[in-house]
């Protein structure tokens, strides 16, 4: 199964991923990771949709290999979500598509500029850079969409759980 998170950064989208990573035993593509080594590199193409191509094909593989992938993305247009369901189409799985949004100014702002990336010289945009992101409408809603600001999580991390096995066959 593919479960593919987007939205805004600060919106607390690794913090839930890993959690469910964890939780599921699943694999983590983390689109911070990858354009973080390809910038690193001075690939000629990272600031291009580089990252999440190869994010895409490594979730591919270990799709095919039977293991559950947690997608960490941004996800901010439609072409990335689209891959992302085509993904999900020429392995098998079904995907899950969650939007975390983060409804309160004030909390997302102190997110934003409090947190500390674990990706080692990976430097995190500040609100303000955050707001001017591309955010593309959805063609239809998302399977989930979920405010960090009112739920933990924990909280939220147990929905999303529950809202997989509800999709999952049972053996």
């Known amino acids: 199964m593919l479960i593919v998170f987007s939205g805004l950064p600060g919106t607390g989208k690794t913090t839930i991923a890993t959690s469910l990573c964890r939780l599921l035993t699943a694999v983590h593509v983390r689109i911070d990771s990858i354009e973080h080594a ?51 189409l020429e392995t098998g799985p079904i995907p899950l598509e969650v939007r975390l949004i983060c409804s309160d100014v004030h909390e997302h702002r102190r997110r934003a500029e409090s947190r500390q990336s674990d990706v080692i010289g990976l430097i995190k945009p500040s609100r303000d850079r955050i707001l001017i992101h591309d955010d593309e409408p959805w063609d239809g809603p998302p399977d989930l969409t979920l405010d960090t600001a009112i739920s933990s999580p924990k909280a939220l991390t147990a929905q999303i759980a529950a809202r997989i096995r509800s999709l999952r066959p049972t053996p």
């Open 38 to 88: 390809l910038q690193s590199s001075r690939h000629p193409m990272a600031d291009s949709p580089l990252g999440y191509v190869v994010a895409q094909a490594g979730a591919a593989d270990n799709l095919r290999l039977g293991h559950i992938v947690v997608a960490d993305c941004v996800n901010p247009v439609k072409a990335s979500r689209k891959a992302w369901r085509s993904v999900a």
